[in-house]
C-alpha cells in the first residue's frame, strides 16, 4: 500500500507570511493528489486536486506543485482565515490514504 | 446546490448494532462515487472507504475490510455506513464525501457532509 508523509506537523507563522507544506508518497502516484483545509468542527475543505489546480472559489495565494512522490502546497502570504489544519490525500487507486496533517498556527 | 446530509449524533454501547446515513441531492447521485472519512478525536482524517451508487460496487481500506459495510440505496439518493456491534475505539466523527467527477473513484472529494458524531461507551 502506498504511504504518505507530510510535514511539518506544525508550523507556527505570521500574517502575511509564505507557507509551504510537503507531502512524499512511498511511491510514485502522478499526479493523484489533493489539498485540503479543515478548521475545528468542520468538514474539510477541497483546495488544490491534480497536485496543482486550484478549486474553484479558492483563493489564489494557494497553490500546489509536484509529481511522482514530492508535492508541496504552498500559501504565498498567509492570511487570518488560514490558521487551519492541511491535508494531502493521494487518490491514486481504490486504496487511498490522507498524510498525517499540518496544523497551521499562529506566531 | 450540491449537498450531503448525515444523520444526527448518537451515542451507543459497546457492542450495539448502529446505521449512519448520508443522503446526497442536487447533482446526480448515481453517477458519483461517496467516500466515508473517519476522524477520531484529535485525529487526522482516515480513508474507509467507497461506493458507487451506480451499480453499488464498493471498496474498503484495508485498515477497515471486515470491521464495518457500506451500502447505497439509490432510490433514496442515500448511502449508510453500518456496523453490527460497536467497540468503544469506533468513536469519532464520521464523514461522507463526494467524488469530485462522475464515473470514477480515482477522485479529490469535493463536496463533505456536516458529519456524524458517535461516541461508544459503557
Known amino acids: 500500500d502506498i504511504q504518505m508523509t507530510q510535514s511539518p506537523s506544525t508550523l507556527s507563522a505570521s500574517v502575511g507570511d509564505r507557507v509551504t507544506i510537503t507531502c512524499r508518497a512511498s511511491q510514485n502516484i502522478f499526479n493523484w493528489l489533493a489539498w485540503y483545509q479543515q478548521k475545528p468542527g468542520k468538514a474539510p475543505r477541497l483546495l488544490i486536486y491534480k497536485a496543482s489546480s486550484l478549486e474553484s472559489g479558492v483563493p489564489s495565494r494557494f497553490s500546489g506543485s509536484g509529481s511522482g512522490t514530492e508535492f508541496t502546497l504552498t500559501i504565498s502570504s498567509l492570511q487570518p482565515d488560514d490558521f487551519a489544519t492541511y491535508y494531502c490525500?493521494?487518490?491514486?487507486?481504490?486504496?487511498?490514504?490522507f498524510g498525517q496533517g499540518t496544523k497551521v498556527e499562529i506566531k | 446546490e450540491v449537498q450531503l446530509v448525515q444523520s444526527a449524533a448518537e451515542v451507543k454501547k459497546p457492542g450495539d448494532s448502529l446505521k449512519m446515513s448520508c443522503k446526497g441531492s442536487?447533482?446526480?447521485?448515481?453517477?458519483?462515487?461517496i467516500a466515508w472519512v473517519r476522524q477520531m478525536p484529535g485525529k487526522g482524517l482516515e480513508w474507509m472507504g467507497i461506493?458507487?451508487?451506480?451499480?453499488?460496487?464498493?471498496r474498503y481500506s484495508p485498515s477497515f475490510q471486515g470491521q464495518l459495510t457500506i451500502t447505497v440505496d439509490k432510490s433514496k439518493s442515500t448511502t449508510y455506513l453500518q456496523w453490527n456491534s460497536l467497540k468503544v475505539s469506533d468513536s469519532a466523527m464520521y464523514f461522507c464525501?463526494?467524488?469530485?467527477?462522475?464515473?470514477?473513484?480515482?477522485?479529490?472529494?469535493?463536496?463533505w457532509g456536516q458529519g456524524t458524531l458517535i461516541t461508544v461507551s459503557s
Open positions: 490525500h493521494q487518490y491514486n487507486s481504490y486504496s487511498q490514504i
Open positions: 464525501a463526494k467524488a469530485r467527477t462522475s464515473g470514477s473513484g480515482w477522485e479529490p472529494l469535493d463536496h
Open positions: 461506493i458507487y451508487p451506480g451499480d453499488s460496487d464498493t
Open positions: 442536487g447533482y446526480s447521485f448515481s453517477t458519483y462515487w
